[in-house]
């Protein structure tokens, strides 16, 4: 079934951001546009639908966040991540919002002048409160993500406490002031991913210099903010780099991405055990690709369900 259109009339967030259109392309999954203030646009959310579900229905559902990584967008996990699979026989809406192309999942620092792109606000804000006014999104909530999901994933957990109940990191960069001064820092990704995606913006707008803007990075950075997880189901996951056993043989080249989300990885797990705060971890061998990430959702939606069940 593909339906589109405008969308019914829905109750707007606190700052006026209004869903402005609806399209239902399979039967559990609604994709919708939002027009928000905070990024100054028109932005996109996909939903999947729990069995039963209905926008005049008298419960709510919980409610499982799911990020995409940095280049993706808000088809990313049902393109590739078999979420719509996962979770057919689930009582919970999946929300997988578009987070830009390098939006980190932070209301960009701009020099310090803040204004646009605020993707933490839109999500956590002008988002969700749409989505628990006029789409039956309940308050228990879970988050994951893979890549830069990942990292905003526990960063959105860390910084907003007891807002979720779970969160999970999959291959994601969790200790942006990582240095190795042989090899590839979190901020050089940054970096990079702002140069791809939008070449025309510094990419120390989105924290500004990791040196000179240390206290912002620290203010977004989940390794630094590991002590506010505590009473978080988490659960954090990555690869060494090295090809595994969903890469094809022969040729693939040692993955230095994973590599360091792997290493960035182990670093904040060990940090959370030293707080004794409980944490599950899976490290492993492979690279930076998707079929990894489709087993760890379904290693990890099990606890994350129960979580907010």
């Not at 406490?161 to 200790?175: C, I, K, T």
């Not at 803007?213 to 997880?229: E, G, I, K, T, Y």
Request: hydrophobic share 40%.
């Amino acid at each position: 079934m593909a339906t589109g259109g405008a969308a019914p009339s829905a109750a707007p967030a606190d700052d006026g951001a209004t869903v402005v259109g609806e399209h239902r392309p399979r039967r559990r999954v609604l994709d919708l546009a939002v027009r928000s203030p905070v990024l100054a646009g028109v932005v996109h959310a996909r939903l999947v639908l729990p069995p039963g579900w209905s926008r005049d229905a008298s419960r709510t559902w919980p409610v499982l966040w799911l990020l995409h990584g940095s280049g993706a967008g808000h088809t990313a996990w049902t393109d590739h991540g078999e979420v719509e699979d996962l979770t057919e026989d689930g009582d919970v809406i999946v929300v997988m919002p578009d987070g830009g192309r390098c939006g980190n999942y932070t209301d960009w620092w701009n020099r310090g002048d803040g204004g646009a792109p605020k993707w933490e606000t839109f999500h956590l804000a002008e988002l969700r409160q749409i989505l628990e006014r006029g789409y039956r999104a309940g308050t228990q909530r879970a988050v994951a993500g893979n890549g830069t999901g990942g990292m905003g994933a526990l960063a959105y957990a860390a910084r907003h406490r007891g807002l979720f109940r779970a969160a999970a990191s999959f291959s994601g960069p969790v200790h942006t002031l990582h240095r190795d001064p042989g090899g590839l820092d979190v901020a050089d990704l940054v970096e990079l991913a702002v140069a791809i995606a939008e070449p025309a913006r510094d990419w120390t707008d989105v924290w500004g210099d990791p040196d000179e803007q240390r206290v912002v990075w620290r203010q977004h950075n989940p390794f630094d903010l590991a002590d506010r997880l505590a009473g978080v189901h988490l659960h954090v996951s990555a690869g060494d780099g090295r090809p595994g056993p969903y890469d094809p043989r022969p040729g693939t080249a040692h993955d230095v991405v994973e590599a360091l989300a792997g290493t960035v990885s182990r670093e904040f797990a060990g940090k959370l055990k030293k707080l004794g705060i409980p944490i599950s971890t899976h490290f492993y061998r492979g690279t930076h690709t998707w079929p990894y990430w489709r087993r760890e959702l379904r290693a990890a939606l099990p606890a994350l369900l129960a979580a907010i069940g």
